[in-house]
């Protein structure tokens, strides 16, 4: 059966179950019999009266003032005036509220473990789409829907995809001088360049010389949902519940990989020219690290013997007085995230940034004070960013915002935050995929470093010597964040050293 959706107010509203009512069930009881036949059943508005679900305006409006609004009507408008109950006027207000409330503040009923299991299995969702790390990194990663999204938008996404694309999942096809066509989302672009992420995850960085045609699509590639409304009630239940990766919540060692098997199945997972998509792109191993092709630079010293010595040679000493400058990428100003009265903003003027850029198949990742960029190295045009706000009340280095940059294994990109939390983000979404926190021990701790990847883990340690911690460095698991070693620098009280 396919779902029919607009006519269960309790999936449209996400009340309670039945069996404790509440201001928002009779609200979504009321609002069927007096309001949906201008509002529309699904309060997305007919040709009588505007949609009252997603609408920013609306959010910011208090109880007694929608209260207010509905009992008075609105004058010469065609918003008639409503002389109702006082619990029933104030049962339509929550309701208008919760309408423009993010998803998982609406308390949506349904199985969420069943929604997870749909996703995952028939749904087919994991395909494109990736949650705390599980998943393909095809589509948008869904980690933090719940916060992102109010729950009729994520309705209306699965229900109908093309009606609002995704910003930077735009479908574009671009025909290339050579002849080739790529296919893919137009991640980001400018009147010289497009930054194009195929079905498979993989950037194509592509400058205008080099393009003959852009065709737009005005589709999404995602397919309408087919699902029972039980499912899809449940699927909604699960979703809605998303709120981003936690802190030391254990993440899952196995992921579907680029593209996902079940990704093959599906017919958008072909070029325009019939030529099918590869399904995995070439992740970043550590053979590689070891031996890095000429042009990347994998690790903070480019090979871990730690000489920074580079192989090219076009650069030398009979024309290095050439150089000039080719491109620059402002940061945005550090500032903004602390309040003035913070030791950062006392000693600003001594900072600047400090990172090592990583580069990998013409990708360049930088980070600056609690965020990270990856960059097209060619023209310096950013493909995403992470940041988050700083935190306050860090100490030394850490509280002036420094940090030395990424490390790169696989399918992710490593950095420390501030509070020496160690964090992996997804190099295709540039999402958060899973976050350690690096310290057990109540101390000054904090983060600068750039982390360094040996076989399958992620080494990193901590800062906050001149404040009197205990050092350490530790090695992580690169899949999940587990901690597999730790080793003082410093020893304990009565330890010999
Ligand atoms: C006869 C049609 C009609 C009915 C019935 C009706 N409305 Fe309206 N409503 C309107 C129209 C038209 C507007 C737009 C007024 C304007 O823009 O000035 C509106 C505006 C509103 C607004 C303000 C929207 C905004 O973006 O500022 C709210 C809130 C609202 N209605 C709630 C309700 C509720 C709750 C009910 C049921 C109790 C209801 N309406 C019943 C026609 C109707
Ligand atoms: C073939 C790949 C594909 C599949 C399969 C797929 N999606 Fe999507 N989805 C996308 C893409 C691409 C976008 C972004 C473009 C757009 O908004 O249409 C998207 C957008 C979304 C959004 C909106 C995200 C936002 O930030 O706006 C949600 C929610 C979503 N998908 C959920 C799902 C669920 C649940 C399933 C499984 C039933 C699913 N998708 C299956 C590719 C897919």
């Known amino acids: 059966m396919i779902a029919v959706l607009a006519l269960s107010p309790a999936l449209l509203f996400g009340q309670n179950p039945p069996a404790a009512p509440t201001k928002a069930t009779q609200g979504a009881k009321l609002f069927a019999q007096i309001c949906a036949g201008c509002h529309g059943v699904d309060a997305h508005g007919t040709d009588q009266g505007p949609a009252l679900a997603g609408d920013g305006t609306l959010r910011r409006r208090s109880i007694p003032e929608l209260r207010n609004l509905i009992r008075k009507g609105i004058p010469d408008s065609g918003m008639p005036p409503f002389d109702l109950a006082a619990d029933q006027l104030d049962a339509l207000a929550a309701l208008v509220l919760s309408l ?22 028939r749904g087919q969702c994991a395909s494109c789409h990736m949650v705390y790390g599980r998943g393909a990194p095809v589509g948008p990663d869904l ?27 735009e479908l574009v096809t671009v025909r290339l001088k050579d002849g080739k066509t790529v296919r893919g989302f137009a991640r980001g672009r400018s009147n010289f360049d497009v930054r ?89 191993d550590f053979a590689r690290i070891l031996n890095p092709k000429p042009g990347d630079w994998l690790s903070y010293n480019g090979k871990l013997n730690g000489n920074r010595y580079s192989d090219l040679t076009q650069i030398n000493s009979t024309n290095v007085e050439n150089l000039g400058v080719k491109w620059t990428f402002s940061i945005p ?3 903004q995230f602390l309040p003035d009265t913070s030791y950062y903003h006392q000693n600003m003027e001594y900072f600047g940034l400090e990172t090592t850029p990583i580069v990998a198949d013409g990708i360049m990742y930088v980070t600056a004070p609690h965020s990270a960029y990856a960059l097209d190295a060619l023209s310096g045009r950013e493909i995403w960013e992470y940041s988050r706000p700083r935190t306050p009340g ?8 420094t940090n030395r940059g990424v490390a790169i294994l696989g ?22 995929v899973w976050e350690t926190v690096m310290p057990n021990e109540p101390q000054h701790y904090g983060g600068t470093l750039a982390p360094l990847i040996v076989k399958d883990m992620v080494v990193a340690g901590v800062a906050g010597g001149d404040w009197g911690i205990r050092g350490f460095i530790a090695a992580y698991k690169a899949a999940t964040g587990e901690r597999v070693w730790r080793r003082w620098t410093v020893p304990a009280a009565g330890e010999p050293g």
């Not at 209306?156 to 999942?169: K, N, Q, V």
């Not at 592509?206 to 045609?213: D, F, H, P, R």
């Not at 860090?394 to 915002?401: H, I, K, Q, V």
């Open 143 to 169: 980690s933090n829907i719940g916060r992102d999204m109010k729950l009729n938008e994520i309705r209306e996404a699965l229900l109908r995809p093309g009606a609002r694309i995704a910003p930077g999942y």
């Open 333 to 335: 100003l550090w500032k």
């Open 196 to 284: 194009l992420q195929d079905f498979n995850g993989t950037f194509h960085l592509l400058q205008k010389s080099q393009i003959s045609a852009i065709q737009e699509e005005k589709q999404s590639v995602m397919p309408p949902l087919k699902a029972s409304s039980e499912e899809l009630q449940n699927l909604i239940a699960y979703l809605s519940r998303l709120t981003g990766v936690k802190p030391g919540a254990p993440a899952v060692a196995e992921t579907a990989g680029r593209g996902g098997a079940d990704f093959a199945k599906i017919e958008h997972s072909k070029n325009t020219d019939g030529t099918p998509v590869p399904l995995r792109a070439e992740g970043i």
């Open 411 to 432: 399918d992710k990109v490593f950095m420390v935050t501030d509070n020496a939390h160690l964090l992996a983000l997804n190099r295709t979404t540039g999402k958060l």
């Open 394 to 401: 860090t100490f030394g280095d850490a509280s002036l915002g």
């Open 100 to 121: 423009n409330e993010p998803a998982a503040d609406s308390n949506v009923p349904g199985d969420a473990a069943a929604g997870e299991q749909f996703f995952f299995g």
